[in-house]
């Protein structure tokens, strides 16, 4: 999906403008009025279609049916080496997409079991206790090890503070997140150390992060 820099690079009363929130978390009547726009925090995964019709789906790929019909050709002309070398880079398209999407909506089924799971926010100033489905941009969320990363958040201010993004990436060491806005132009959206995405969840230390996405607008939630 295509990844927007700007929430994380922006300066922070602008983006806490933007979001019709403050320094001290949105008030009840502001993250109601979130909560009507953006609707709940929630993902749905859809329903799975069989192992086969996947990969079929995955086949209509166009990069897919110009590699299939370049080895096609390959094959017709006799040159076995090229038929197997592009085939064997058919196979791996295919199966390495069927491999990060299986990843990805399986995440999302361990993160709708944990539906019920609650963030602490600041509403009124005040440290409380929300359902995920209540989490709304703007919100400023309070976290530390063991917590869940409720949506997309910038963060605003940390200590010691590594997530693990392995359901979103397959890769298992944790990562260091801070508030840094100095981003390069370019870089990955799981490079950015002041980005924490939806499905991920919090190894150690403590953060105070700005929720700048929820539910399908999340990068998690477009890969549902």
């Known amino acids: 999906m295509p990844f927007d820099p700007s929430p994380y690079t922006a300066v922070e009363a602008d983006l806490l403008q933007l979001l019709g929130s403050a320094a001290n978390g949105h008030t009840a009547d502001s993250a109601a009025e979130a909560l009507r726009k ?7 995964a859809g329903g799975r279609n069989s192992f086969v019709r996947d990969l079929l789906q995955r086949c209509r790929n166009p990069l897919v049916i110009q590699l299939l019909v370049i080895a ?20 791996l398209s295919v199966v390495l ?42 919100d400023i969320v309070i976290l ?3 917590s869940l990363i409720p949506a997309d958040l910038r963060v605003l201010s940390a200590k010691d503070f590594f997530v693990s993004q392995s359901a979103l990436t397959g890769e298992s060491m944790p990562v260091e997140k801070n508030p840094d806005t100095n981003q390069p132009a370019g870089r990955a959206p799981f490079d950015f ?3 924490c995405f939806m499905g991920s969840n919090v190894l150690s230390g403590s953060a105070r992060a700005l929720v700048v996405a929820t539910a399908k607008r999340t990068y998690f939630g477009a890969l549902a």
């Open 38 to 44: 953006a609707g709940p925090n929630t993902v749905a």
């Open 72 to 91: 096609t050709v390959s094959y017709v002309m006799d040159d076995i080496r090229s038929t197997i070398v592009v085939g064997g880079m058919v196979f």
């Open 193 to 195: 150390t002041n980005a």
């Open 144 to 146: 530390a090890a063991g």
């Open 97 to 138: 997409s069927y491999v990060q999407e299986t990843r990805s909506s399986r995440a999302v089924e361990k993160l709708q079991k944990l539906v019920k799971t609650t963030v602490t926010v600041l509403r009124d100033g005040k440290e409380a206790d929300m359902s995920l489905e209540e989490i709304v941009p703007g």
